[in-house]
């Protein structure tokens, strides 16, 4: 057998080998397996430059908390919208995925404290005359499945009537913006903020909680998602304390979110 198909068949034996939360690794260390949807930069993307790792705020985050719990981190990368469902199936042990804790999904998991707060923006091609929410009215607006956006645009569809567009993927519906598919997209400032950056025909503004938008919930604190009664929530949110007091999740939000603005 060639040396590069022998290495094939090893590499195939360790990611086996850590399919289930409870397996150790060579180094004895139990892995716990995190789900993601790596479509939501600077919190979690696919790095196309690096041979396709899955990077971000969160993976850093995870890292950081796994190795101070002693476990090994494995990341699954699927669709926001079936998330829950895998923690409820216990095919992962944990969210990251810049989820907030919302009383329709308490139903269903548990989560830590907030560790991250962002806003809710409406991301839209320059020079269309997209610049307040009242100018959404009659236009196609997209949201990704099963988010906090989903349900702020179903609440004001009903005061300000749009088409809403729901997709899988918020990279996508970036792309069909830019493509002129859709007219505008619904998001945080802290995901809006790398596109404008990077897109210089898009532009963002702030929902404020006025006007068409009056009472409904406009910033988005996120947290980490756990099966009900896993044990690891408490473990968790100590180490959430720890990096609020020693500095490390500072470090973290300046290397990932700062440097965007
Ligand atoms: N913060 C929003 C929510 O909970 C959207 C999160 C989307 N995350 C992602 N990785 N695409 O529901």
Known sequence: MKKASLLLIALLLVVLSC?????SGENGKKTIVMGTSADYPPFESVDTQHGNKIVGFDIDMAKYIANK???N????????DGLIPALNSKRIDFVMAGMVDTPAREKQVDFSKTYYNSYQVVLARKGENIKTLNDLKGKKVGVQLGTTQETLATQLNKRLPMTLQKWDKL??????????????????????????????DLNQFNIKATGPAKGLSTSDPISVAFPKNSKLTAKFNKVLDQMDKNGEKQKLVNKWI????
């Open 258 to 261: 700062k440097s965007q603005k």
């Open 69 to 71: 719990l002693g476990y």
């Open 73 to 80: 981190l494995q990341i699954k990368n699927q669709d926001f």
């Open 19 to 23: 399919g289930a939360s409870s397996s």
């Open 171 to 200: 990279n996508e519906m970036v792309e069909a913006l830019r493509m002129k598919r859709v007219d505008a997209v619904i998001t945080v400032d802290t995901v809006a903020y790398g596109y404008t950056n990077k897109y210089k």
